[in-house]
């Protein structure tokens, strides 16, 4: 049997066994999981299959004929797109087992404590310390811009645990519980009024060796494959043709001739054509993904979609005239998901602003595709040392 039909074998008898109509939500996605079919990638055990992962297309299109939930991607999406592959390639057999069930169905939900306040696009010049103390590390430091913090239970961390070896040398990676004792959240409101991102203030957090990724003094490693996974979900998201920003300001065109001009119809011809090629571009990443692991690639994918989302959304304001001046509302508020189609062309406009920023700079991205990419020498660096030596 080939694996499409396995496949379509194991959905079959899954939704025999659990009836959408009648299952609790949550019984039906952990029975899913159960079944192979939330990453047909992912191992036999942990979710998956181990079948080629352009399968998925296949169990999530015969699900949702069928009626079957979903597990609210966008709800769930730093632990999807990048703390599960992170967990799954540097992970312990008892790590995947506890954490991959809970994240993969939305009953814990995951943040990155990555960025800080002087080390935002130098992400290796961090400064939160771990100590170790006996079975346990001590971390203290600041983060900040910090996606779902406020309703996360689990949070994937860099921390310095040798400040006498140079800065990328001396970081390692752990899973902090946000929990525990010593965790402080704090909402930070935006451009947009709400707190979407929150600063994250550590004080003696104590995280068991148990809880660490990868080897001490490994952690830009482990680091780099998060990174990677992130800016592939940030841009390489599978999205229909016209889906998306795109889709939305090319409705607003056909509905409202009266806002049509030659110069905008050029103009939005050239951002329709665009908005393709980047999905076009997304369809062949996730090809090469299928093939392998994620790669540098990922950061020119990031890029243009921030661009991208940028220039539609400033057209979408400037096509609505004063219309697309008003804004819904400004009411402080902690969203548990980014959500660019539901609002406002001002909402879009004001959050779009984020999007070459979050997930890695679009400058820092440049110089990866420069160098990663298109191989052109690297800058000159003067960061080499140990990094407590390091000018702050």
């Known amino acids: ?3 499409s039909g396995h496949i379509r074998d194991r959905v079959r008898e899954l939704l025999a066994a659990h009836d959408p109509g009648s299952t609790d939500r949550l019984e039906f996605l952990r029975a899913r999981f159960d079944a192979g079919l939330a990453w047909v990638h992912y191992p036999v055990g942990l979710g998956g299959l181990a079948a080629p992962r352009e399968l998925q297309q296949v169990v999530d299109a015969e699900l949702d004929e069928a009626g079957a939930p979903d597990n609210d991607p966008l709800r769930i999406g730093i632990g999807l797109g990048m703390a599960a592959p992170t967990i799954l390639t540097y992970g312990t057999e008892e790590q995947k087992s506890r954490f991959l069930r809970p994240l993969w169905t939305g009953e814990e939900v995951w943040c990155q404590l990555f960025s800080e306040p002087g080390a935002g696009s130098d992400l290796a010049a961090l400064g939160t310390r771990a100590v170790r103390d006996g079975d346990d590390w001590v971390v203290t430091g600041q983060k900040v811009w910090t996606s779902s913090a406020h309703t996360a239970r689990w949070a994937i961390l860099l921390a310095r645990t040798d400040p006498d070896l140079p800065k990328h040398q001396g970081i390692t990676y752990f899973v902090c519980d946000m929990t525990a004792p010593g965790v402080e959240v704090r909402p ?3 451009i947009t009024g709400e707190a979407e991102f929150n ?14 990724l990868g080897a001490v003094g490994e952690g830009w490693k482990v680091a780099r494959t998060t990174l990677m996974n992130e800016r592939v979900a940030i841009g390489g998201a599978a999205i229909p043709r016209e889906g998306g920003m795109i889709g939305i300001v090319a409705d607003t065109w056909r509905q409202h001739p009266e806002l049509r001009t030659p110069e905008l119809h050029a103009r939005l011809v050239k951002l329709w054509a ?5 999905r076009l571009t997304g369809v062949r990443l996730r090809q090469q993904l299928a093939a392998g692991a994620p790669g540098p690639e990922g950061s020119g994918m990031k890029l243009a979609f921030a661009r991208l989302a940028q220039d539609i959304s400033g057209f979408e304001v400037e096509l609505m ?12 508020c902690r969203p548990d998901q980014v959500d660019f189609t539901g609002r406002g062309p ?4 004001l959050r779009a602003k984020g999007n070459s920023i979050e997930g890695g700079t679009s400058e820092i991205l440049r110089n990866i595709i420069a160098e990663r990419v298109l191989g052109l020498p690297s800058e000159p660096r003067s960061d080499t040392g140990p990094w407590k030596d390091l000018p702050r």
């Open 1 to 3: 049997m080939t694996h």
């Open 188 to 190: 930070l409101r935006q």
């Open 199 to 212: 600063e994250v203030f550590l004080t003696d957090v104590r995280i068991p060796d148990a809880h660490r």
């Open 274 to 278: 665009r908005a393709e090629a980047l």
């Open 321 to 332: 005239g004063e219309a697309g001046l008003r804004y819904d509302d400004w009411t402080l």
């Open 346 to 349: 001002g909402y879009r406009y």
